[in-house]
């Protein structure tokens, strides 16, 4: 109780961060976080996939790319052959559950250019599927038997999608929000 | 591991993992954000503060908290540090992979000089959570500075007297040069980093790439392998360690008087949002993406473990080789299965 009663007296947010939030009435510019190599992406991005069905956008300090699930393999295979792009580093695959769906995130990485992008793509959270990537980079295999593991994705035409993490026979998503804590039985 | 062998070839090998999955990254879920600074001291255990670092970083970024420039010399010493400890015991280790006894006990006679100086300053010999999100948890001991150049001394020493005992040896050559072979192309597909990258000679760090705390100030090299092959892994970490400690001299040098920490609250609750940091431990490119929803505990704490993408390459190099090579080629990796499983 002493613990609760000392949360809620504390949980405001810090006083050096709230003034860094609000910044009085001017609202930051959406690209006010990007660096240089991200200014330049922004111009570039939407000639590289202006053949897609792409909304791209600002995550902080990041590009972003949301695509649709069917053209994950084409738009990333696009931003890793373009020679303006040159993303050939996979640096991260997560998969996050929203409840109300399931977003598989990519980071790229260029080791050549030297500039990142990060690409999403929603999937429904009740049947979640979409092509796999390996075909694209190699190093997203482990990644999505994780995230097959952990959360029931299923990436089609994946190599094996055996069990990684946890073991043969495990029911149940653990990573997802609805698996509990606590209060399960293992055995 | 699971090896298929045709005699003493090695046709295939899948590696099983998962054995020490004790689910951090749902645990991270469930805690403060100070609370989970602890749960990333126990992913890469022989690293611990470069995890935490990476962490605070992520944290500090999504807040657009500053950190006090003391507090950044005192990260970055301690990190370099950790980085020449974790490279001590892989030389040991590694050594005793190969065959060779001698190593691990001079590295581990280093190795503890720097965890006593570990304890001189965070208390713990490991698991410190000294790193805190805003800086450090406290300022350094009065003779720090004149401790760590004797300790630089020391370990430069101890460096050149394991260098000289092991990387040579006609036995040792033998059992490493042109053993797990791996092409650039391959590595970088394969999502390789660290060490194990730049002994494909790919010049890839993160310090130097995208600079993060001060690391843009001081001068210090890349070393690179040219075959990536276990020497060559072996080599470029030897090297790493007279780099880092490079930066701590100059780092020593630089540091300011000051603050080590800028007040936050104890629960803190940063914006909505999400961010992606990438940090160089000492086995490779650690990413923390953190997804906020401004509550007191974040939404999604996913992390990049360099070891794993270095374990799933292990495929690739052991393929063709011997089975008594195995181990070798395992060991040249430098894995950490408390990061790979999570």
């Known amino acids: 109780m002493a613990y609760l009663a000392f949360r809620t007296k504390l949980c405001r947010t810090p006083r050096s961060v709230e003034k860094n939030n609000n910044n009085g009435e001017q609202t930051p510019e959406p690209n006010a976080l990007l660096d240089e190599k991200g200014r ?67 980071h790229l990485y260029s080791t050549q250019k030297k500039h990142k992008v990060v690409v999403k793509a ?7 599927s979409l092509p796999s990537v390996t075909s694209v980079w190699k190093g997203s ?47 | 591991m699971v090896l298929s062998v045709d005699g003493e070839r090695v046709v295939d090998m899948e590696p099983h993992i998962g054995y020490l999955h004790r689910g951090s990254e749902k645990l991270c879920e469930n805690e403060l954000y100070v609370q989970i600074v602890t749960l990333f001291d126990r992913l890469d255990y022989i690293s611990n503060l470069n995890n935490e670092m990476a962490f605070c970083r992520a944290v500090e970024k999504l807040m657009g908290l500053e950190v006090p420039e003391r507090a950044e010399f005192i ?82 020493q101890g460096i050149n007297e394991t260098d000289k005992l092991l990387s040579f040896n006609e036995i040792f050559l033998a059992r490493t040069k042109g053993v797990g072979t791996i092409d650039a192309d391959s590595a970088i597909a394969y999502g ?18 995208e600079p993060y705390s001060v690391y843009d100030r001081f001068d210090f090299g890349i070393p690179i392998g040219e ?20 930066i701590i001299d100059q780092a020593l040098e630089q540091m300011p008087d000051g603050p080590t920490i800028t007040p936050t609250r104890f629960i803190l609750r940063p914006p909505a949002g999400e961010v992606y940091v990438r940090g160089e431990n000492p086995r490779g490119e650690i990413g923390v993406y953190l997804v906020s929803n401004g509550t007191d505990r974040p939404y999604r704490v996913k992390i990049r473990p360099p070891s794993f993408c270095n374990l799933m390459a292990l495929k690739e190099m052991i393929k063709n080789t011997y089975l008594a090579d195995a181990v070798v080629i395992l060991g040249s990796l430098d894995i950490v299965l408390g990061e790979v499983d999570r």
């Open chain 2, 192 to 209: 390789m980093s660290g060490p194990s990258l730049r002994a494909c000679g790919v010049p890839m760090d993160v310090r130097k790439d």
């Open chain 1, 40 to 106: 330049l992406l922004e111009t570039l991005l939407p000639n590289v996939l202006s053949a897609f069905d792409v909304s791209i956008g600002i995550s902080h300090d990041l590009m972003e790319v949301i695509v649709e699930p069917a053209d994950v393999v084409a738009v990333c295979e696009n931003l890793k052959n373009h020679s303006e792009t040159l993303f050939n580093y996979l640096t991260c695959l997560s998969v996050v559950d929203y409840v109300e769906h399931l977003q598989v995130v990519y």
């Open chain 1, 141 to 187: 295999d482990w990644y999505e038997r994780e995230g097959h593991d952990l959360f029931g994705v299923i990436f089609e035409s994946h190599p094996g999608l055996a069990p990684l993490i946890l073991y043969e026979g495990f029911e149940g998503y653990p990573g997802r929000k609805s698996f509990p804590l606590h209060d399960y039985k293992e055995w």
């Open chain 1, 122 to 128: 929603n999937v429904s959270s009740e049947e979640p």
């Open chain 2, 75 to 156: 990260r970055v010493i301690l990190c370099e540090l950790n980085r020449v400890a974790s490279h001590l015991l892989f030389v040991g280790t590694f050594g005793i992979d190969a065959g060779a006894m001698t190593p691990i006990l001079y590295t581990f006679r280093d190795r503890e000089k720097i965890q006593s100086m570990f304890e001189a300053v965070t208390g713990a010999r490991m698991m410190h959570n000294f790193i805190r999100i805003g800086g450090v948890k406290s300022d350094v001991p009065e003779d720090f500075t004149d401790r760590v150049k004797l300790l630089r001394d020391e370990l430069i």
């Open chain 2, 227 to 246: 075959n990536g092959d276990s020497w060559d892994r072996y080599y470029v970490r030897v090297e790493e360690m007279r780099q880092s400690l490079k």
